[in-house]
């Protein structure tokens, strides 16, 4: 999985996580359907959309930083070049 | 030399991008905030007095009138481990054609959109007046995993089932610290995990395939051709794939 696409996979957890703490902390109401699957959509594409900006950023600057070698090596084995 | 400058104008955008990202999380953060105003002040459709046989009902909560708690923002409050005592009147005009005779009366507690709880107490003669004391409520093992403001739905039923009177009205059940339940607890736990694999997302980067790389390598394109910068050797080569592609360093054509 690339960068951007790890990062739009966080993305959406954490927009839908942060709509359901928002639930449990009663910023918002949730009891009622309509409404609650809007937040859920809404906030799973806009997370989506950050995460992947931010996972392809993280990328361009890992890559920068530790070149495209050794990603290249990461992404091979599954761990972390040194 | 000339890789090595072409890089930091690279990661300065890098840099520039991450900025962009953080500021748009913050301004997420401001819709969140004003979508939850309106959201605390939903449209309830309260039907205190069905208009089918005309019957009259109140229910109290604690005492008080449910009528009173129709929005979230005027919601009872329920502690943790607290108990609520709802209580049923109803009745009908006598000369009423076609007279409910109830059968049940229900709480409903909603989430979701959903009825994750439901007491019901049923009448052994199904009277067209009468009072129905539901001591003792409590929204049960809900209690350890849920918190927040919660839409319950108080109703009489007849006895095929038809819902001769209801009203909706909100509970606000906290946990201790607005944290000690289940939920909240495991969505935190999930928020920091998943930040910290956003955090470390830029370790799955894949490098651009260079202009030098035949096309059909492999490997997904993980045959770099540049070096990194700060190394004079192309010496990293962690995989067999990778090794004999490290060695052209001119193809520096990655944007």
């Given at each position: 999985m690339s960068a951007t696409g790890s990062g739009a996979g966080c993305g959406v957890v954490l927009g839908l996580v942060l709509v359901l703490l928002a639930a449990q902390w009663s910023l918002?109401?949730?009891?009622?359907l309509v409404p609650t699957i809007e937040y859920l959509v809404v906030a799973a594409v806009i997370g989506g959309l950050i995460g992947a900006l931010i996972g392809w950023a993280l990328g361009r600057r890992y890559l920068a930083k530790h070149g495209a070698v050794g990603a290249a090596g990461a992404a091979e084995s599954g761990t972390n070049p040194p | 030399m000339a890789e090595t400058s072409r890089r930091v104008p690279r990661i300065a955008r890098a840099r520039g991008l991450a900025w962009i990202a953080l500021a748009l999380v913050a301004l997420l953060l401001v819709p969140v905030g004003a979508i939850a105003v309106p959201a605390r002040e939903p449209v309830v459709t309260v039907a205190p007095e069905a208009a089918a046989g005309g019957i009259v009902a109140t229910v109290t909560w604690n005492g008080a009138n449910?009528?009173?708690?129709?929005t979230s923002s005027s919601a009872f409050s329920l502690a943790p481990g607290g108990q609520a005592q709802v209580v049923y009147n109803w009745s009908q005009p006598v000369l009423s054609l076609a007279p409910w005779l109830v059968d049940d009366a229900r709480l409903q507690i909603f989430y979701l959109g959903i009825a994750v709880g439901t007491r019901d107490i049923y009448l052994t003669n199904g009277g067209s007046s009468g009072t129905v004391d539901m001591s003792n409520w409590t929204y049960g093992p809900l209690q350890y995993l849920l918190e927040g403001t919660f839409l319950l739905t108080a109703s009489l039923l007849a006895k095929n089932g038809t819902t001769a009177w209801s009203e909706s009205f909100w509970v606000d059940i906290t946990a201790p610290f607005y944290l000690l339940a289940a939920m909240p607890i495991i969505l935190l736990l999930i928020a920091i995990y998943e930040i910290y694999a956003l955090c470390v997302s830029g370790k799955n980067a894949r490098p651009p395939k260079a202009a030098a790389t035949p096309p059909s390598t492999p490997g997904g394109g993980a045959a770099a051709s540049t070096p990194p910068p700060g190394t004079s050797a192309p010496t990293e080569s962690a995989t067999p794939e990778a090794a004999p592609e490290s060695s052209p360093p001119s193809a520096g054509g990655t944007s």
């Open positions: 918002i109401t949730l009891s009622q | 449910i009528a009173t708690a129709n």
